[in-house]
């Protein structure tokens, strides 16, 4: 006999919020318009219970960096709204950063009406039915709720999607403005259940006893660790102590293993480091762990040259077999490590490593820390545009993440020079304080990131390292972050250009064009604008700046520390680029580089 059921007359909006809740989604940041008018009052009626919090923004990409960031940080399952079309756009074109870094996080989105009565306001005009969801589709997991009964479907593929055991994804649901008020008569409560977690498994064991024998055989090894090794770190360490092996870390990696260990040479590809690179490119066996090998991290797939083997740990298939003479590990990365080690552990009397390997590396590592001291030790430098000496951005880099980590905090890099500067010459010892959105490189993200520590379950200030080119293209945060009571610093680095392509368009062409101005911008002035926020002049020498971080601690709230930084040619101005990258006109010597590689 069948068991009873509990259903009542229920519409699609209070369904998808009540589902969504049963779920763990409590966090909602929205930017209403006409698209979305039923589901925002199914979120205020539920947010009247205390049920969840809703958090209004002024700009549809600063409420998805936000959503996003507290996701990273914190785990908290999130919800982006917005309208229909320019509003749902913006929305999507920032959920490149959820999915360029692994991150899960729901897109509520308004949408065209499906009794098609004429073209809607803000519809794709003549491109037939659907044109969202076909766009948005090429770009993420994505959902139509054309039919109100499918909503269970599209919960349950939604968690599925922003859940996912290894690789979460953001997931794109399509909401027809019709549709949401629309009442299931007998909507099924009993259908909205938690849906619990999938895990996986460790890869096949016969793959990993090849593994672990193909790792004796007298070669030189480096470890590629990619963020998808996150909470992996003592793993990580034993295998490397077990094959004498060293790490190569990617931007998003930093603190899996500490940066202080002498087996970790820190960040390699086409920035990189001096270590880094060295052991990419004099590595003969390559252990990958958790990366999808993006273009910067492994030079273009020229970022090992003298690799023979490959033995590549990872949950995704096709990251699993990129490169070519790969022994490919597919499962769960953990329980992989552990049955790899056990593995190497049983052959442990045969173990033949070029003893040298790691001494070499060492002294490359010290090479680069000596590097990284004298560039830092050149500031201020004499700047055209500042028509003084100002800090270079490697010593305010350096100057605020000591601040950082002294008082615990955690920071944030936009895209361009500061976020390079910052993976280049971090120290990170843990996770979780340290974020440098290197996926997507979303110019933007880490001002608006700082809403997430007004917001979280447990606050946090965070500390978002920008420049002035990323600040203005999401300034709203000043304003929202006084309406959410949020705490926290922007450090503007200010040299008047977009200073990571001027130095691109410098390197290939012998000059930069188009990618600076003369406006001089009072943004201390603009900060204090803002009833709540204050803004900060971050002086010229890292003295100055100290105090000015001293002053944006004390303040309950957001400050801005205006830095006016250099750029030029003259010695210590960055820490420089040590790979390849096949951009420009460097592609015919990368490209040939590809051709004649050997993985």
Not at 109 to 115: A, S, Y
Not at 398 to 422: C, H, I, P, Y
Not at 439 to 456: I, Q, T
Not at 539 to 563: D, I, N, Y
Request: aromatic fraction near 8%.
């Amino acid at each position: 006999m069948n068991q009873a059921v509990s259903t009542s007359p229920m519409t699609v909006s209070q369904g998808l919020v009540q589902g969504l809740i049963n779920q763990g989604v409590k966090k909602f940041f929205v930017v209403f318009g006409h698209g979305t008018t039923d589901l925002g009052e199914a979120l205020r009626v539920a947010s009247l219970s205390q049920q969840i919090s809703v958090i209004p923004c002024r700009n549809e990409i600063e409420a998805s960096h936000a959503a996003t960031a507290l996701r990273w940080v914190t785990g908290e399952a999130v919800a982006v709204v917005t309208s229909i079309g320019p509003g749902a756009l913006q929305a999507v074109s920032a959920s490149l950063v959820a999915s360029s870094n692994g991150i899960g996080v729901w897109f509520l989105l308004g949408d065209e009406t499906t009794h098609d009565e004429g073209d809607n306001m803000q519809q794709i005009v003549g491109k037939g039915q659907s044109a969202y969801f076909k766009m948005f589709s090429q770009i993420a997991e994505t959902y139509l709720l054309h039919t109100p009964e499918a909503i269970y479907s599209a919960i349950r593929k939604g968690t599925a999607v922003t859940n996912h055991p290894s690789r979460q994804q953001p997931f794109l649901l399509l909401l027809p403005i019709n549709v949401q008020p629309k009442i299931i008569s007998d909507f099924n409560f009993d259908r909205l259940g938690k849906i619990e977690n999938v895990q996986i498994g460790p890869a096949n064991l016969g793959q990993i006893q090849k593994a672990a024998k193909s790792l004796n055989s007298g070669k030189k090894i480096a470890i590629k660790i990619g963020r998808g090794a996150k909470g992996s770190g003592p793993l990580l360490q034993k295998l490397a102590s077990s094959i004498d092996g060293v790490f190569v870390m990617s931007p998003s990696s930093l603190g899996i293993v500490p940066s202080s260990l002498d087996s970790n040479m820190g960040v390699g590809g086409t920035k990189g480091s001096i270590s880094g690179n060295f052991a990419m490119e004099n590595a003969e066996i390559l252990i990958v762990v958790g990366s999808r090998a993006v273009c910067q991290s492994d030079c273009s797939r020229t970022g090992y040259p003298k690799v023979e083997r490959v033995i590549n740990l990872n949950a995704d298939v096709f990251s699993a077999q990129h490169y070519d003479k790969s022994i490919t590990l597919v499962g769960d990365i953990s329980q992989t490590l552990e049955l790899l080690i056990s593995e190497i552990t049983k052959t442990s009397q045969e173990k033949n490593t070029d003893q040298n390997w790691k001494t070499e590396c060492l002294a490359k590592k010290k090479e680069w820390q000596s590097h990284v001291k004298l560039k830092i030790s050149k500031s201020p430098i004499s700047d055209r545009t500042w028509a003084r000496p100002v800090m270079t951005q490697p010593a305010v880099v350096s100057e605020v993440l000591n601040w950082v980590r002294k008082n615990d905090l955690k920071v944030f890099f936009d895209a361009g020079d500061v976020q390079a500067n910052g993976f280049q010459l971090a120290e990170v010892d843990t996770e979780g304080w340290f974020f440098s959105e290197s996926g997507a490189s979303y110019m933007g993200f880490a001002s608006s990131a700082l809403l997430a520590g007004g917001v979280a379950s447990e606050k946090f200030y965070g500390v978002a390292i920008t420049g002035d080119g990323s600040f203005m293209m999401n300034p709203q945060v000043l304003i929202d972050a006084v309406h959410t009571k949020t705490q926290g610093c922007i450090v503007l680095l200010d040299n008047q250009r977009m200073g990571a392509i001027s130095s691109l368009q410098i390197d290939q062409y012998g000059h930069d064009f188009s990618t600076s101005d003369d406006v001089h911008v009072d943004y201390v002035a603009f900060a204090n604008a803002v009833s709540g926020v204050k803004g900060i002049y971050g002086g010229t020498t890292t003295a100055e700046l100290s105090a000015a971080l001293k002053q944006a601690r004390e303040f309950a709230g957001l400050s801005v520390v205006h830095v006016p930084v250099y750029f030029g040619a003259e010695d210590g101005g960055g820490l420089g680029s040590f790979g390849r990258w096949n951009v420009g006109p460097w592609v015919f010597e990368v490209e040939k580089l590809i051709a004649g590689g050997s993985i």
